[in-house]
């Protein structure tokens, strides 16, 4: 790479986005809109849609095209949902997991108090594995068993 070349690329801004395969692609974008209280957008294409995540990034849902396989469900890497309470983390982790089954996605196991907070891995409608983390405002103030 040519001196040049480096400070191109150094102005420029790169992000980091998800990306998530959906064969309902609008419908799964509202869901998710709905769990992260925002709104969605229209993307690149008709099976394209936005969702924006605050403070900055973005969700990005998609119909693959249909000459490529399409990817494999609960892979590696997932989306983690975190919120941070005053409260007992696991207590609000319970109600935020109803909240998320009331929208239409499923438990797949039981909340469970952890040394950091309190999780849950659930799926969205489509099956898609997804982390829920509560954690405390102030560490070490909900560390019970």
């Not at 993307?43 to 998609?62: C, E, F, N, R």
Request: one cysteine or more; a neutral charge; proline letters at 10%.
């Amino acid at each position: 790479m040519q001196p040049d070349e480096r400070s191109v690329m150094a102005a420029e801004v790169t992000s980091l986005s998800w990306i998530l395969a959906s064969r309902q692609p609008r419908q799964l974008a509202g869901f998710y809109a709905e769990l992260l209280n925002t709104s969605v957008r229209s993307g690149l294409a008709d099976h394209h849609w936005i969702v924006p995540l605050k403070p900055s990034g973005t969700l990005q849902i998609y119909t693959p095209s249909r000459s490529r396989p399409w990817p494999t469900s609960g892979s590696v890497l997932a989306p983690c949902l975190q919120r941070q309470v005053d409260a007992d983390p696991l207590a609000a982790l319970t109600r935020w997991q109803e909240q998320v089954m009331a929208l239409g996605g499923r438990s797949t196991e039981s909340p469970r108090r952890e040394p950091f907070g309190a999780e849950c891995w659930m799926e969205d409608p489509e099956g898609q594995r997804f982390l829920l983390l509560v954690l405390p405002s102030r560490p070490g103030t909900h560390d019970k068993p």
